[in-house]
């Protein structure tokens, strides 16, 4: 029977030195030609996403934690959170000494910090090569804060004020947070997109979209923002490598990425 595929980017399609392994590209290619359809399923938001994923046979992107869905070269959803919240959220995370970068489908919305957790220039430096990200996301970098956008992923450094668990007490109940998926050693991080947005949401939503029963979806992730959509698809698999809390609510754990992970777990799924 064909399946509908949601696959995690970072730490289950991609390593941290961004690259796909090539038991996984295989495995990709194979499971499409079979039939099935395989979704992204990722806490990146377009401009994040490598152009050269799509060919390893992905039909669709549920991105930036459920904000933005496109399946087939159609947008099904793309929900922002407006000027006024921006503004609110971003002087927040600024006044308890955070930092934070704001995620839409047309542009990417950094304060400097955060550029340099990535570049490696800053003391919170986050592990691993992100110099292929940062070329990807550069035409799109703009400065400020945008008067809408999908997704905010803040970081809360050592010398913060305020904990992940302060931020989700004085936002949860208008958003959706959940713990970071890239963070840096001895620093917190969490995403924020609208309430009721989730990967899980998004999951539904192509699941819906395509007439296809919750019964015959897969998720495959590591991280905590991949909890919803553990919840919601009739197969979760956790990779090797995912966090505790992913693989307690997952139906089986797979290898690590860096041991064929994907390939295992489509082998596991009778995908391939």
Do not use: H
């Given at each position: 029977m064909r399946k509908l595929v949601f696959l995690d980017v970072d730490g289950t399609l991609i390593d941290s030195t961004q690259e796909v392994p090539e038991s996984t590209k295989d495995a990709c290619l194979h499971a499409a030609a079979a039939g099935h359809r395989l979704v992204m399923c990722t806490g990146r938001s377009l401009p994040e996403v490598y152009p050269w994923l799509w060919d390893l046979g992905?039909?669709?992107?549920?991105?930036?934690?459920?904000?933005?869905?496109?399946?087939?070269?159609?947008?099904?959803?793309?929900?922002?959170?407006?000027?006024?919240?921006?503004?609110?959220?971003?002087?927040?995370?600024?006044?308890?000494?955070?930092?934070?970068?704001?995620?839409?489908?047309?542009?990417?919305?950094?304060?400097?910090?955060?550029?340099?957790?990535?570049?490696?220039?800053?003391?919170?430096?986050?592990?691993?090569?992100?110099?292929?990200?940062?070329?990807?996301?550069?035409?799109?970098?703009?400065?400020?804060?945008?008067?809408?956008?999908?997704?905010?992923?803040?970081?809360l450094p050592p010398t913060a004020s305020a904990s992940l668990a302060d931020v989700i007490s004085h936002f949860g109940s208008r958003f959706t947070i959940v713990a970071g998926s890239v963070t840096a050693e001895g620093t917190e991080g969490g995403e924020l997109v609208p309430a009721g947005v989730s990967k899980g949401s998004g999951v539904q939503a192509v699941a819906t979209h395509l007439g296809i029963p919750l019964s015959d979806t897969v998720g495959i992730g590591d991280s905590a923002n991949d909890g919803p959509m553990m919840k919601k698809v009739g197969t979760p698999i956790a990779m090797g490598n995912a966090i505790a809390e992913i693989k307690d609510m997952c139906k089986w754990t797979s290898t690590s990425i860096y041991e064929n992970g994907i390939k295992n777990a489509f082998r596991y799924l009778g995908l391939i």
């Open positions: 992905f039909s669709g992107l549920v991105g930036a934690n459920g904000t933005y869905i496109q399946f087939d070269g159609e947008v099904l959803q793309d929900v922002r959170i407006p000027d006024e919240e921006i503004r609110e959220i971003s002087e927040y995370i600024n006044s308890v000494g955070g930092y934070w970068i704001w995620q839409g489908p047309d542009r990417i919305m950094p304060s400097q910090a955060f550029i340099d957790s990535y570049s490696g220039a800053g003391a919170d430096r986050i592990a691993g090569d992100w110099g292929p990200y940062l070329k990807q996301v550069e035409p799109y970098l703009r400065t400020g804060t945008p008067s809408s956008c999908a997704k905010c992923t803040f970081t």
